[in-house]
């Protein structure tokens, strides 16, 4: 395939419920037909360019994440249609393989489930024409609603009435992303991943309000995780709810980096503040070295539990659930357990019941009446 410039776009819907994410190839074949007539009506399309039209429905965040692997993958499905002079100014529709009950798509374009109601068709146009490759990026979202026959059809395809569907660009979808977080107050959490998704050496650091830290490299997300007594000993606070807005805010955040394919990395922390050299550089040796690869994380309490019996006890907070989950011991140091991921919590109580038996006892308590028994 030899065409100098590649134009990545989506035709974007929006729909009044989820949606059957993927279309069969018949199916596919026959809206990219009437996408194409779209996109030549738009931008008049030169001969010389090529379509590839993907007839799977993804979410935002599937298709913004580094390296963008969804148009990396069409453009390599295109590379092998599109080879020889014969081959070449055609239009591919890329479908479902209808005799599989799943209705898989083809290896990199299979889309994750998802509820949301904002979903987009990803295509690519290839063209030797500078001019028109202009007038993509800077026309295709302005000019670009959906025609109604297109309209129709895929209101007939996906069986479900359709609010909204026009055509636009990647840097189109980045910048309604980037709207969509500023709006939420959570514009620092959209400046991490926006640097993944654009920078060509993404690197940054972002500290917020409720004591987040969050460092990028590549697409490494390095976070420490502090438990109660560290964050009480750091920020120098005896406040229990800001250790729970910590914490609340945290969870919200990594849940955001995850879903746009970034790669998590909690590190456990000596001190605080790290120490970096003379050139402010991320102290990326210590966090690798410090990496908690488990689900759940482990601190050790420097004094003897007071206990004639093996004591569990649940730390929980009306929003966040269960923070900690503390391990008393005759004639032992306390353990104290934090989940970090989602399935952490039953990691931690799977890890107990093998440590203490099947039945062994809980207590529940209150995290923010109960925070001081942990310092």
């Known amino acids: 395939m030899n065409y100098p410039y590649s134009c990545d776009g989506m035709l974007t ?7 059957n994410q993927t279309l069969n190839k018949v199916q596919a074949s026959e809206l990219t037909a009437w996408v194409a007539k779209d996109l030549n009506a738009v931008l ?19 298709l913004l994440q580094p390296k963008f692997p969804i148009q990396r993958s069409i453009t390599q499905y295109a590379s092998a249609a599109f080879q020889g002079q014969l081959n070449a100014d055609q239009i591919l529709s890329i479908g479902a393989d209808s005799s599989k009950s799943n209705g898989s798509m083809p290896d990199g374009l299979q889309p994750q489930h998802s509820s949301q109601t904002l979903l987009h068709f990803p295509f690519c146009l290839f063209t030797h024409d500078l001019d028109l490759a202009e007038r993509f990026e800077a026309d295709l979202m302005h000019k670009g609603m959906v025609s109604p026959p297109t309209y129709a059809q895929l209101s007939q395809l996906l069986d479900v009435t359709i609010r909204h569907a026009n055509y636009m660009t990647y840097l189109d ?20 991943i926006e ?8 690197k940054t650091a972002v500290q917020t309000e409720t004591n987040n830290h969050f460092y990028l490299i590549d697409h490494l997300l390095f976070t420490p995780a502090f438990s109660w007594s560290q964050f009480h000993q750091y920020f120098k606070t005896n406040e229990s709810d800001e ?3 910590w914490l609340m805010a945290q969870r919200l955040s990594l849940g ?13 922390t000596q001190n605080w503040p790290p120490v ?35 004591t569990v006890i649940h730390y929980a907070h009306p929003q966040a659930g269960i923070v900690v989950i503390a391990v008393h011991i005759p ?28 039945d062994y006892a809980t207590i529940n308590l209150e995290f923010t009446s109960h925070a001081q028994q942990l310092l």
């Not at 819907?13 to 949606?19: H, K, L, Y």
């Open 13 to 19: 819907i929006e729909c009044q419920a989820p949606i």
């Open 44 to 62: 008049k399309v030169t001969q010389q360019s090529a379509l590839v039209f993907c007839g799977a429905a993804f979410s935002s965040e599937q």
């Open 173 to 192: 979808l980045v910048a309604m992303m980037h709207n969509h977080y500023e709006q939420m107050g959570l514009s620092h959490l959209w400046q991490v």
């Open 195 to 202: 640097m993944a998704l654009v920078s060509k050496a993404p």
């Open 243 to 245: 250790y729970i807005n």
């Open 256 to 268: 955001a980096f995850r879903a746009h394919g970034l790669e998590i990395k909690p590190f456990k």
């Open 276 to 310: 970096f050299d003379k050139k402010e550089k991320i102290c990326l040796g210590e966090f690798e070295t410090n990496h908690i690869k488990q689900s759940y994380w482990t601190e050790q309490v420097n004094r003897q539990s007071n206990v004639s019996e093996s």
């Open 331 to 358: 004639d032992s140091q306390p353990v104290n357990h934090f989940p970090i991921k989602p399935q952490g919590l039953a990691d931690i109580k799977r890890d107990l019941r093998h440590q203490l038996g099947q």
